[in-house]
């Protein structure tokens, strides 16, 4: 007998016991299909999150003051940034940031705000896209002058309508508003996990760091500076240059004061964790593989019981041992591929719709079809090795006794 033949018989025997079949199918089905839906709700998950790292600059480092080894003679300087545009030929752009939580009042509406501050070069590291007005420029920066860049959203929610150029609010500590200029909008906050139109986001605002000075005067101490390298493959020299040259500026180097961090190190990492929990998640989903097995198994013992006088006549009109097991084997192996094929398609439905409440877009690869089809192969093959065996090892004479 040929596979083609052992194939037409599965397939009858599937369609003489449907519902049988069907519930023999069920386990694998559900077990594949939460292993794809999850699987491609996480690759969707871990690219979308890939992009919103990649709009802030994969060569973009942040180097950070360690203010439990700091003294007040480590803090960062505006001649430091000076020097490290000067002498560090890697870096790109540098601007200082401090950020401060305060408050925004357009004197029809106030909220909650980030107050960013930075130089001019904040515009080009933060990837912001202007879509009124301008950024702040170097002069005023120089001169700390009271301009601002708002969000559109915030805009929309402190005025009304999003083009507020021109237009003056007042912010910083409740202890300490002063009044500023608009001269630029942002796109602002977007995420598709968040509908920042609807949630209840504080405004985010940036100013010249040296107007910075003014809203705050107590708690003013340059920490933190955002640095872009020329390119992703100069983030470790120009992160090590910026490093020592405040160093060398500070006399500090035995202190370890200062630490160098890239968004690009950030992004291995939050894909690393993502990858152990998607591959944890899934692992849990395909214990119903384990329990579909059974099922598979159960179902052909129960098979084999029932057709043992059918096989009785085929040994004893010739069929050999081989032929009885493959026969058997073929049928399990139909049965795991037909349950892992509706798996997969239901699997896929299953991360389109939660994809669409969750604001995902669920990737499906093409190691994941080929992994369905081998698993499922797999289940098929390894839990029909026993009953197949059974039924090969039957005794024709006492089968053919059998009723």
């Not at 705000?113 to 009124?132: F, H």
């Given at each position: 007998m040929n596979f083609i033949e052992n194939i037409k018989m599965a397939m009858d025997s599937i369609r003489?016991?449907?519902?049988?079949?069907?519930?023999?199918?069920?386990?694998?089905?559900?077990?594949i299909s939460s292993v794809i839906t999850i699987?491609?709700?996480?690759?969707?998950?871990?690219?979308?999150?890939?992009?919103?790292?990649?709009?802030?600059?994969?060569?973009?480092?942040?180097?950070?003051?360690?203010?439990s080894k700091a003294s007040n003679s480590d803090y960062i300087t505006f001649e430091d940034i000076k020097a490290i545009e000067d002498r560090v030929e890697k870096v790109k752009y540098v601007s200082p940031l401090i950020q401060k939580n305060g408050v925004v009042d357009s004197g029809k509406a106030s909220k909650s705000?980030?107050?960013?501050?930075?130089?001019?070069?904040?515009?080009?590291?933060?990837?912001?896209?202007?879509?009124?007005g301008r950024f702040f420029n170097e002069r005023e920066y120089i001169e700390g002058k009271a301009?601002?860049?708002?969000?559109e959203h915030s805009a929309k929610s402190l005025f009304g309508y999003s083009d507020v150029v021109g237009e003056t609010l007042k912010l910083g500590p409740k202890s300490s508003i002063k009044k500023a200029l608009i001269v630029g909008v942002t796109k602002g906050f977007t995420s598709p996990f968040i509908d920042a139109s609807e949630a209840n986001m504080p405004a985010f605002i940036y100013t010249p760091v040296t107007f910075m000075k003014l809203l705050y005067p107590n708690d003013y101490n340059i920490d933190t500076l955002n640095i872009m390298a020329v390119s992703k493959n100069d983030l470790e020299s120009a992160g090590n240059g910026a490093?020592?040259?405040?160093?060398?500026?500070?006399?500090?180097?035995?202190?370890?004061?200062?630490?160098?961090?890239?968004?690009l190190k950030q992004m291995e990492q939050v894909n690393r964790v993502l990858n152990i929990f998607t591959a944890f998640i899934g692992?849990?989903?395909?214990?119903?593989?384990?329990?579909?097995?059974?099922?598979?198994?159960?179902?052909?013992l129960v098979s084999v019981t029932e057709r043992t006088k059918e096989i009785g006549i085929r040994k004893a009109i010739g069929a050999t041992t081989k032929v009885i097991l493959i026969q058997f084997l073929t049928e399990s192996l139909i049965i795991s591929l037909i349950g892992g094929i509706i798996g997969m398609i239901l699997g896929i439905i299953g991360g389109e719709v939660i994809g669409i409440f969750a604001k995902i877009n669920p990737l499906v690869s093409i190691k994941a079809v080929l992994g369905v089809i081998l698993f499922s192969s797999a289940v098929g093959i390894f839990f029909g090795i026993y009953p197949a065996k059974k039924a090969a090892k039957l005794?024709?004479?006492?089968?053919?006794?059998?009723?």
């Open positions: 003489a016991n449907k519902l049988r079949s069907f519930l023999t199918m069920l386990g694998i089905i559900i077990g699987v491609s709700l996480g690759n969707g998950a871990q690219k979308t999150i890939t992009g919103e790292f990649e709009k802030i600059g994969s060569s973009t480092i942040t180097l950070k003051v360690n203010s705000a980030i107050i960013s501050g930075g130089n001019s070069d904040l515009l080009y590291i933060s990837s912001e896209e202007i879509v009124y301009v601002v860049v708002i969000d490093k020592n040259v405040l160093e060398n500026r500070h006399n500090n180097k035995e202190k370890e004061v200062y630490k160098v961090d890239s968004i692992a849990v989903a395909a214990i119903s593989l384990l329990v579909g097995g059974i099922g598979v198994m159960n179902i052909m005794d024709p004479i006492e089968a053919l006794r059998y009723e």
